[in-house]
């Protein structure tokens, strides 16, 4: 079944999602109450003008077109003293009524469009940008859970569903509500014994519309969950495509489309299903309503009053009332429209709240500061972590001191830690255990001097430190990552990120020209700029080769461009950004020898004065780190320069060997 709520991130705060369409008047209706009050006021109006009509004609038929019937003009709501005497009076009377009425509701549809359209796109819009906004904020462990289709699900479908249901739904039910009260009030006027005859039916179909609301409502959410699995699976099979054809599984992944798409059938067919009674009982009971009325309105004026019935009813009121019910049927047959919008929007509001509902755990405190002039002195301070749903932490008391503007190399075996360890620098995530208030964070800088980098790190400089367990001993605070001595949970993401560069290994790119890449995030950086970031990330050759330069579009995320160009263009992003501290997780891997040591040298001078990370698994790249730290199953098994991790001949030795050719066979160094 595509819909597995366990697995589904955003399923425990949908649940608890209370009222959604109550809330999304509260809170986005609310604000634009002139637009919807005026929207209600003009279809009221629209849809009053509408019942003037058929009334002025059952009056006519009975006073301006009977010898002698002047007398019973008599028209709902408007004062006797006001109506003329003269059947010839009457007959004008009528005729301006009619066209009053023809001139005042085209003129309220036309005020309720636009107010209604105004007020329902622009509640949309501004929950399509919260929505957005707030998924944004969500952790990075929900897009780990590749819930990207989910999302857009969201974003898209759900959001147009609540924008039907403002725009349309909301006209219906206000074109029912007036319809049903202003017809059920005519008729009593006129007689209010038939009136009871037309409108039994009402409470029938009430309660056959609440037992398909009931019956409807979780067939409805299903539906959403499965739109959203199936734009999923199509999101991931797009996104693989090249994966899919490498691997000639185009059979495989339609059979999964066609699994999620089935799901979708089956949830639409149950709601039909219920709807194939629903729908026509509907109209069956609206007809019911109408022939009832002509029957018993047609007896009465044949033979009086039928049955217990008594009193008069003239022609006119009897073409007053198969007028009115006519009316009065079509918005009730209508309804089952009105629950399928309702339904939808309901599923689909519980969606789009549910998603602004998750909070991020990755947040800034309140007293957040600013990160400013900054040295880049970071810190690793017994750092622990656990990925979400994982049960051993991948970091486990992890301690790394680099002074600003060294150059600290990760190394290690794949999967042993090295890019979580940076995540963390940039609060991708968060280190494991309780987040220290900033005094606390900040209590070695208060309450004695922090020691300094020799004394903390002097085992580094003099040579390998034996063990991992004695680098702990050093650690100041409990699992902190600080970047001079301030806690990265303690200032601002924005400025920490400002103050961080990231070149990644998988370089993406937006879809745009290349100037507009490399000048993401520094968007007033001008042409010079650009060129000159271009040149220092050995980028600008192969753009300059290119039909349109620096204006050449990019493709989606870059497909347009090769692995190493679109790496180029990442570092040259980051020379823009000009930041203290530069993280490089394996910034040369997509490149051919030659123009990696063209990007190494120009690497190396940025990274000249400012605190770098670099993760690489050609040690070569990195031996001339000042020091380099080796990991491995998240704990730092070694630490020094290259040289001093040779002479110990431990693990970076072992590594080094096998890179250079010395050993064959890494197992044999054991
Ligand atoms: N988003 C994630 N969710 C859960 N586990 C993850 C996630 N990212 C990485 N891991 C796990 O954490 C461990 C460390 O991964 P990490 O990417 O930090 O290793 P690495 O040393 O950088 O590896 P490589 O050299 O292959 O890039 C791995 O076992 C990996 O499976």
Excluded: C
Excluded at 241 to 264: C, D, F, N, P, W
Excluded at 371 to 376: E, K, P, Q, S
Excluded at 443 to 468: E, H
């Amino acid at each position: 079944m595509a819909s597995d709520d366990d697995e589904n991130p955003f399923e425990a705060y949908r649940v608890d999602v209370d009222r959604p369409l109550g809330r999304l008047f509260r809170e986005y209706g609310v604000p634009r109450w002139p637009w919807l009050l005026a929207g209600i006021l003009s279809n009221f109006v629209s849809r009053a003008a509408l019942l003037v009509p058929p009334v002025v004609l059952g009056t006519a038929i009975d006073a301006v077109f009977r010898e002698g019937g002047a007398s019973r003009y008599n028209l709902p709501l408007v004062p006797a003293g006001m109506l003329p005497n003269t059947q010839v009076e009457q007959f004008w009377f009528s005729v301006w009524l009619i066209v009053g009425a023809f001139v005042v509701g085209t003129a309220a549809r036309w005020v309720w469009g636009v107010t209604m359209n105004t007020f329902a796109h622009g509640v949309m819009h501004a929950v399509r940008t919260d929505t957005y906004a707030a998924m944004q904020d969500l952790d990075m462990s929900f897009f780990d859970d590749k819930e990207t289709g989910e999302v857009m699900s969201i974003l898209n479908n759900d959001a147009s569903n609540l924008e039907t249901f403002l725009d349309d739904a909301l006209s219906e039910v206000l074109r029912l509500v007036v319809m049903v009260l202003g017809i059920a009030g005519i008729l009593f006027f006129y007689n209010a014994q038939l009136a009871a005859v037309t409108l039994v039916f009402v409470p029938l179909m009430g309660a056959f519309t609440l037992w398909f609301m009931r019956k409807a409502e979780p067939r409805y959410a299903r539906v959403r969950e499965a739109v959203g699995d199936l734009n999923t699976r199509l999101e991931n099979g797009l996104a693989g495509i090249q994966l899919v054809k490498t691997t000639g599984t185009e059979a495989h992944e339609t059979g999964r489309v066609r699994g999620a798409s089935r799901e979708l059938y089956d949830a639409n067919m149950s709601i039909l299903t219920l709807s194939y009674f629903y729908r026509p009982g509907m109209s069956f009971l609206a007809g019911l309503s109408f022939a009832a009325t002509f029957l018993v309105g047609g007896l009465w004026i044949f033979q009086g009053p039928p049955g217990p019935l008594s009193g008069e009813l003239s022609v006119g009121e009897f073409v007053i009332f198969v007028f009115m019910t006519q009316r009065f049927v079509q918005p009730l047959s209508q309804v089952s429209n009105i629950v399928d919008w309702y339904e939808n929007a309901k599923a689909s509001g519980k969606r789009v709240f549910g998603l602004m509902d998750v909070p991020p755990h990755v947040t800034e405190r309140e007293d957040a500061v600013e990160l400013a002039d900054v040295d880049g002195h970071v810190r690793y301070d017994n750092v622990t972590f656990t990925y979400d749903g994982a049960d051993e932490p991948v970091l486990d008391g992890v301690s790394i001191d680099a002074e600003p503007g060294e150059t600290v190399a990760l190394v290690g075996s794949t999967g042993a830690g090295k890019s979580t360890t940076l995540k963390l620098l940039m609060r991708l995530y968060d280190v494991d255990g309780p987040r220290p208030s900033a005094r606390q964070t900040q209590s070695d800088d208060v309450d004695g001097p922090r020691p300094s980098a020799s004394q903390t790190q002097s085992d580094d400089v003099d040579g390998p430190r034996p063990s991992a367990n004695q680098t702990q001993s050093d650690a100041v605070n409990d699992g902190a990552v600080t970047v001079d001595g301030h806690d990265v949970r303690d200032v601002t993401l924005a400025s920490l990120r400002e103050h961080v560069g990231y070149v990644g290994q998988d370089s993406f790119l937006f879809d745009g020209t290349i100037a507009e890449n490399v000048r993401y995030g520094r968007f007033d950086a001008d042409r010079d700029a650009v060129e000159r970031a271009a040149r220092l990330a050995e980028a600008h050759e192969f753009i300059a080769d290119l039909s349109e330069g620096y204006d050449t579009r990019v493709g989606e995320r870059g497909v347009k461009l090769s692995g190493g160009q679109r790496q180029r263009l990442a570092i040259a992003r980051v020379v823009l950004q000009d930041p203290p501290i530069l993280v490089l997780d394996e910034a040369t891997s997509d490149v051919d020898t030659e123009t990696e040591l063209r990007i190494q040298r120009s690497l190396d001078d940025l990274a000249a004065d400012r605190t770098t990370f670099a993760i690489a698994h050609r040690l070569s790249t990195v031996k001339d780190a000042d020091r380099i730290v080796v990991l491995e199953d998240g704990q730092v098994v070694e630490r020094g320069s290259h040289d001093d991790l040779l002479a110990a001949d431990g693990r970076y030795a072992t590594l080094w060997n096998v890179q250079t050719g010395e050993l064959d066979d890494p197992d044999d160094a054991y």
